[in-house]
């Protein structure tokens, strides 16, 4: 796992900001900070979905922090979420990556919206950004994070899961599946 130092920068600053005018808010912050980093130094390992998607939300709870009214977040979660264990800290930087070229690049911010669910044979996990509307230099990033989400969802389920990008409907969508009984 690796956690961008601009992340990290960006969330003390933020912290340092909000320390004096809203202390409880920094103090959740510097917690939400705490797990992330626990989870990262933690090493490669499976977690429940449940597990994986708590992480993801601490981290947008922090760019929420960060953005403000700019960052539209949206769950669509059923009540009871797939039992199925993920590669730690893999949802969370396809959540990252949705802030990063959808909603950061973009004066007036954007949506994430993210979902799960699950067929009869597999979990699905969906992260969808909306796409700046304003031009913005191209950039594909290095991928890192996305080839290594792909990489270890593959390794878990010895090929049989996948990670899937691609545009559409004017929105960014990252389809992460995982074959029930992994």
């Given at each position: ?12 600053n933020?912290g ?10 920094t ?7 705490a797990?992330?980093?626990r989870?990262?130094?933690a090493?490669p ?15 947008l709870?922090i ?8 960052l539209?977040?949206d769950?669509?979660?059923p ?5 199925v ?8 930087p396809?959540?990252?990556n ?6 950061e690049p973009?004066?007036?911010g954007?949506?994430?919206h ?5 067929t009869?044979d597999?979990?699905w ?9 304003s031009?913005v230099?191209?950039?594909?990033g ?9 990489a270890r ?11 899937e990008?691609?545009v559409a409907e ?8 995982i074959?029930?009984?992994t």
């Open positions: 796992a690796r956690i961008r130092p601009h992340f990290l920068f960006n969330t003390l933020t340092a900001a909000l320390v004096h005018q809203r202390p409880g808010e103090e959740r912050l510097l917690l939400d900070l797990d992330l980093f989870a990262a130094l090493g390992r499976e977690i429940p979905l449940a597990e994986e998607l708590a992480l993801a939300r601490r981290y709870e760019e929420s922090l960060r953005f403000g009214d700019r539209r977040v769950w669509r979660l009540e009871a979420l797939p039992r264990n993920v590669p730690a800290l893999s949802i969370q396809l959540v990252e949705a802030i990063r070229h959808g909603v973009s004066s007036s954007g949506d994430v993210i979902e799960a669910g699950q009869t597999a979990a996990i969906v992260i969808r950004n909306s796409l700046p509307t031009p230099r191209p950039t594909t290095h991928q890192v994070g996305l080839n290594s989400v792909r969802v593959q390794a878990m389920t010895e090929g049989r899961g996948s990670v990008t691609r004017g929105h960014y969508l990252a389809l992460v599946t074959p029930l009984g």
